[in-house]
């Protein structure tokens, strides 16, 4: 029919069979006005039960076995994840077949699942870590309908019948997924399953692919701090640089190491030197778009903010300007490289890998610790420099309310 499955068996978890189908489309096929919908379609449907059976039959059917299945869908694919044991490896194939074409109808479970989560938005206002998370969306990117905000009013943008259609749309025809299986399994004993249950699959020869959205964030220099009742007062920050990078292999990995390294030199300045706060988070990618993030965010005292901010100036200026510390870069590759010696061993990584080679013929496995090794200081130097030059920088803060 069309479909195409990778197996690949291990011995690295014992009765452990993962799963993932993948394919490219996901909510960026979508019109702008549903993409709320489409990106709580999985998590509601997957609520609605498979066939049969509501959700609630589904739970008692399984009880007692050890297999899992769950759908989603991100900007630019859509996937159905599972898991199982060998015992338990066809039911997760049943499970699989339900899955895809026309989903099952329950109005009830989306009522359920409108008025609980509407529930929970309702007191959104009073949990400050909240109002901080939908406060960088929103100064980020203002008004980009595929980065929708959680406001008030967001569960009644979603509608049941779109939850059905977007499911439909993105899951309806099979052929256009591959699916992956890795785990404690012979090709033999797997396989009269797969060619039972995923070889039944009704498919077409349509083939999809996403549509490019801007997923830029706002450029220049951005200042938005804003006070907020807290019962545990304190403040956090989060700054943001961005700009245009190629999302090659080699870029993305300098990006990796300079992350470490900012975490690295951010426990020593920030928390053991000033004991300005108990940890400062660094993340860093470049996207599908050739957009690159670097994010450092920490919580503190008001009284320390300043001080903590300059640091984290000081530190990326001070890369341009005397270059990394050779012992600091040295232990950051050997980490690097040890912690992928240890990644080797485990299922999940080898899903992540395939996955990311079947969507974008991207290999990510490909001379790993060569291109660790071949991450020189004048590279994480130059991007720095281009990090800072481009001086596109975001800052987000969040402090208490003065007390009157």
């Not at 609520?47 to 589904?58: A, V």
């Not at 600091?328 to 590759?333: E, R």
Request: charged share 25%.
């Amino acid at each position: 029919n069309g479909i195409r499955v990778l197996l690949k068996p291990t011995d690295y978890s014992d009765d452990e069979i993962i799963m993932s189908a993948v394919s490219l489309g996901g909510y960026s096929l979508c019109a702008p006005e549903d993409i709320i919908t489409a990106v709580e379609a999985t998590g509601i449907v997957d609520t609605y039960g498979l066939g049969d059976f509501s959700d609630t039959q589904l739970k008692k059917i399984l009880a007692g076995k050890s297999v899992s299945l769950s759908s989603s869908l991100d900007i630019y694919s859509e996937a159905m994840n599972g898991s199982s044991t060998k015992d338990d490896f066809e039911t997760l194939m049943q499970m699989t077949y339900l899955s895809f074409g026309r989903p099952r109808e329950d109005a009830d479970a989306f009522k359920v699942y409108y008025d609980l989560v509407s529930n929970v938005l309702k007191n959104r206002r009073n949990n400050p870590d909240q109002v901080y998370g939908d406060t960088i969306v929103a100064t980020l990117r203002p008004n980009n309908a595929y980065v929708p905000r959680i406001t008030p009013d967001y569960m009644d943008k979603i509608s049941y019948e779109k939850t059905l259609s977007i499911y439909a749309e993105r899951f309806a025809n099979p052929a256009d997924f591959t699916f992956i299986f890795i785990g404690d399994f012979t090709i033999d004993s797997i396989k009269p399953h797969i060619l039972t249950y995923i070889g039944g699959l009704k498919t077409t020869k349509e083939k999809e692919t996403y549509i490019k959205r801007d997923l830029s964030v706002q450029k220049g220099k951005i200042d938005n701090m804003f006070s907020w009742n807290m019962k545990t007062p304190k403040l956090s920050s989060y700054t943001h640089f961005s700009g245009v990078r190629e999302n090659t292999l080699e870029n993305s990995m300098q990006m990796s190491l300079l992350v470490e390294l900012l975490r690295m030199r951010y426990l020593d300045t920030i928390r053991e030197d000033e004991g300005g706060s108990y940890g400062v988070s660094v993340s860093g990618s470049i996207n599908r778009n050739n957009d690159y993030s670097l994010v450092i965010s920490f919580d503190t005292d008001v009284a320390k903010y300043d001080k903590l901010y300059a640091i984290v100036l000081r530190e990326l200026e001070n890369i341009v300007k005397n270059g990394c510390d050779e012992e600091d870069f040295m232990k950051v590759k050997e980490n690097k490289i040890k912690t992928h010696k240890e990644s080797l061993k485990r299922n999940g990584y080898w899903r992540n890998v395939l996955t990311s080679k079947v969507l974008y013929n991207r290999d990510t496995e490909a001379n790993y610790e060569s291109r660790v090794n071949a991450v020189t200081e004048d590279d994480i130097k130059a991007l720095v420099n281009q990090i800072l030059t481009d001086g596109n920088i975001i800052n987000v803060v969040m402090k208490p309310e003065d007390k009157q």
